[in-house]
């Protein structure tokens, strides 16, 4: 584990934080649509997490996306029961292993509104807190094979 993925870890402990995990470097969060199946969910807003290995997942592995064909692009994760599960196609997890980068954005929980149990939300533009630039070693150790 990182020094980042160490700190990150801490912040997420205290409860105070939320977290975005973006492929790319942004001094300011402005909100945007949300889709569900395709379809429009909600009104456009910042979208964030009180799990950080969720945040790093997400930078990480939709860096990868830039490098597949869509059609060969597969991710996802779920959140059953307090267990937060990862999953991914062989060839985006490969990218994603091999030099997929991205950037943690730590955010003041207060800001947001809760939209489900792994999920906050602000139709505000937000600024992080701090910044933290994550890669392959940091992303979490068990990731589903979907292929």
């Known amino acids: 584990m990182s020094e980042a993925a160490i700190e990150l870890e801490d912040l997420a402990k205290t409860g105070k934080y939320l977290f975005h995990g973006s492929p790319t470097r942004l001094e300011v969060i402005e909100p945007r649509q949300a889709y569900n199946n395709s379809r429009p969910d909600g009104e456009p807003s910042v ?22 064909s ?20 062989k060839e985006t997890l490969a990218i994603a292993r091999s030099n997929g980068t991205g950037f943690v954005y730590v955010l003041d929980r207060e800001d947001f509104r809760k939209h489900s149990p792994m999920e906050y939300r602000t139709s505000k533009a937000v600024r992080p807190i701090k910044t933290f630039e994550v890669g392959p070693t940091d992303l979490p150790e068990e990731i589903e094979n979907i292929d």
């Open 47 to 68: 979208a964030a997490t009180p799990f950080y290995k969720l945040a790093i997942f997400r930078a990480i592995i939709l860096s990868a996306k830039v490098h597949i």
């Open 70 to 89: 869509p059609n060969k692009y597969r991710s996802g994760f779920s959140y059953n029961d307090g267990d937060l599960s990862f999953r991914a196609n």
